[in-house]
């Protein structure tokens, strides 16, 4: 039987330029942002950082999970209309849950192959605004029969196929590596500390663009903006991550009888959006953020979905030719601190080398844009270090697991 699997080697790929907006908590002060207007904001930025003509785009591809608006539907064409492209480019939706921001990367590396020359990807995300649902209503109420409006973010951390929500997943892995809740958490303290000391030095806000009041004229069409709730003027920092207190974390109770995950050493819910132009690396007039080199995705079981960061790494560097020596940096997605600590311990990975700025435990994991995040956090400490690979990688629910492998620029100068 054949591996599975899909590897993709990308020749002359690059990231021009990424940003991201805040991470703020679900119910804060972007909970009534609409993500398409998220993502309008930073795809406005990205192509103001890069100075490229926003006319000279040719493809546009966004993701974003949760129905959170009205016009969903529209998220990839309103985010590239109105940060400027041309009525004439087409917009692509893509979704692979949390590595969305991967796989829009992995497609517009694609898509040069096809003649494309630049493409804007946007990943957006508001997880305040999943909304509270009904799937069997819509030929009415029969008298006695269940009225079944359910929580979408809630009932979507379940997988019906092995019968287990995501914590539960973590919890597996804990057990099956031998993960103790006071190891769990002292992890969580950690990627804490190093997020806020990160924020507390202004490391994090050179790619973060602030989010204000706006608004964004498109010629001939209605208007879109975005309006923070009253007494609020700017949003410019994560909003999560804290001094990072063992006692605390100690204190809280798990979410499920006999496992190690609570909502202290579990991802925060936040909302933002990210984006990344990436185009050729031989016609960037400038040196570029990041190349990309080569992505790996594979399937793993359902009830340990957080494992699958391992397997992917494994295939990316084994079908690369490189070691997991060589690789400088990793950036793995922290969905819950088991189920990072079980992909270290998998891999032999020590924590010097991983998250080295916090992660997702403290800053916060809006499902679509969090897989972009990583990478542009990735690419900085490849340059400020003058350190050559990268790896950024995540858990996928319902049993998956993404990587990428992208090298520093520099050193090809």
């Given at each position: 039987?054949?591996?599975g699997g899909?590897?993709?080697?990308f020749?002359?790929?690059a990231i021009f330029?990424?940003v991201r907006?805040?991470?703020v908590?679900?119910?804060?002060?972007l909970?009534?942002?609409?993500?398409?207007?998220?993502g309008?904001?930073v795809?406005?930025?990205v192509l103001?950082r890069?100075?490229?003509?926003?006319?000279?785009v040719?493809?546009?591809?966004?993701?974003?999970?949760?129905q959170?608006?009205?016009d969903?539907?529209?998220?990839p064409?309103?985010?590239?209309?109105?940060?400027?492209v041309?009525?004439?480019?087409p917009?692509?939706?893509v979704q692979r849950i949390c590595?969305?921001?991967?796989?829009?990367?992995?497609?517009a590396?694609?898509q040069?192959?096809?003649g494309?020359q630049?493409a804007?990807?946007?990943?957006?995300?508001?997880?305040?605004r999943n909304?509270?649902?009904?799937?069997?209503?819509?030929?009415?109420?029969r008298l006695?029969?269940?009225?079944?409006?359910?929580?979408?973010?809630?009932?979507?951390?379940y997988?019906?196929?092995?019968g287990v929500d995501?914590?539960?997943?973590a919890?597996?892995l804990?057990?099956?590596?031998?993960l103790?809740?006071?190891?769990v958490d002292?992890?969580?303290?950690?990627?804490h500390q190093?997020?806020f000391?990160a924020q507390r030095?202004?490391?994090?806000?050179a790619?973060?663009?602030a989010?204000?009041?706006?608004?964004?004229?498109?010629?001939?069409?209605?208007?879109?903006s975005?309006r923070?709730?009253?007494?609020?003027?700017?949003?410019s920092?994560d909003?999560?991550?804290?001094?990072?207190?063992?006692?605390?974390?100690?204190r809280?109770?798990t979410?499920?009888?006999?496992g190690?995950?609570t909502a202290g050493?579990?991802?925060a819910?936040v909302d933002?959006?990210?984006a990344?132009?990436v185009?050729?690396?031989?016609?960037?007039r400038?040196?570029?953020?990041?190349l990309?080199r080569a992505?790996?995705?594979?399937?793993?079981a359902?009830e340990?979905m957080?494992?699958g960061?391992?397997?992917a790494?494994?295939?990316?560097?084994?079908?690369?030719?490189?070691s997991?020596?060589?690789i400088d940096r990793?950036?793995?997605?922290e969905a819950?601190?088991?189920?990072?600590?079980?992909v270290a311990?998998?891999?032999?990975?020590?924590?010097?080398?991983?998250?080295?700025?916090?992660g997702?435990?403290?800053?916060?994991?809006p499902?679509?844009?969090g897989?972009l995040?990583?990478v542009?956090?990735?690419a900085?400490?490849l340059?400020e270090?003058?350190?050559r690979?990268?790896?950024?990688?995540?858990?996928?629910?319902?049993?998956?697991g993404?990587?990428?492998?992208?090298?520093?620029s520099a050193?090809?100068?």
């Amino acid at each position: 039987m054949k591996a599975g699997g899909q590897y993709s080697a990308f020749a002359d790929a690059a990231i021009f330029d990424a940003v991201r907006t805040p991470w703020v908590d679900v119910g804060g002060a972007l909970a009534e942002v609409s993500p398409i207007d998220l993502g309008i904001k930073v795809g406005r930025e990205v192509l103001a950082r890069s100075g490229v003509d926003p006319r000279v785009v040719d493809s546009v591809l966004a993701g974003s999970m949760a129905q959170a608006s009205f016009d969903t539907y529209m998220l990839p064409r309103h985010i590239g209309l109105y940060s400027g492209v041309a009525q004439s480019v087409p917009a692509l939706g893509v979704q692979r849950i949390c590595a969305t921001g991967f796989e829009l990367l992995r497609q517009a590396a694609g898509q040069l192959g096809d003649g494309v020359q630049l493409a804007l990807c946007v990943a957006a995300e508001s997880m305040s605004r999943n909304p509270i649902a009904a799937y069997t209503h819509r030929g009415g109420f029969r008298l006695g029969a269940e009225v079944q409006f359910k929580d979408f973010l809630w009932e979507a951390l379940y997988d019906p196929a092995p019968g287990v929500d995501m914590i539960t997943t973590a919890d597996n892995l804990a057990r099956r590596y031998g993960l103790s809740r006071e190891t769990v958490d002292a992890y969580a303290c950690a990627s804490h500390q190093r997020a806020f000391a990160a924020q507390r030095t202004g490391w994090l806000a050179a790619e973060i663009v602030a989010v204000e009041h706006q608004t964004f004229e498109l010629q001939g069409y209605q208007p879109r903006s975005i309006r923070l709730p009253r007494g609020v003027d700017t949003v410019s920092e994560d909003s999560h991550p804290r001094p990072g207190e063992i006692a605390a974390l100690a204190r809280l109770r798990t979410v499920h009888e006999g496992g190690v995950q609570t909502a202290g050493n579990s991802c925060a819910v936040v909302d933002g959006a990210a984006a990344a132009l990436v185009g050729r690396a031989s016609a960037c007039r400038d040196t570029p953020l990041a190349l990309l080199r080569a992505s790996a995705v594979v399937g793993v079981a359902p009830e340990f979905m957080g494992i699958g960061p391992a397997p992917a790494i494994r295939l990316l560097l084994q079908r690369s030719g490189l070691s997991l020596d060589q690789i400088d940096r990793f950036e793995i997605n922290e969905a819950q601190s088991a189920q990072v600590l079980a992909v270290a311990q998998e891999l032999e990975l020590e924590h010097s080398r991983l998250n080295v700025q916090g992660g997702s435990l403290a800053l916060g994991h809006p499902l679509a844009a969090g897989g972009l995040r990583l990478v542009l956090t990735l690419a900085r400490q490849l340059r400020e270090h003058n350190l050559r690979y990268g790896v950024a990688a995540a858990c996928v629910g319902g049993g998956q697991g993404m990587a990428l492998l992208i090298e520093n620029s520099a050193w090809h100068a």
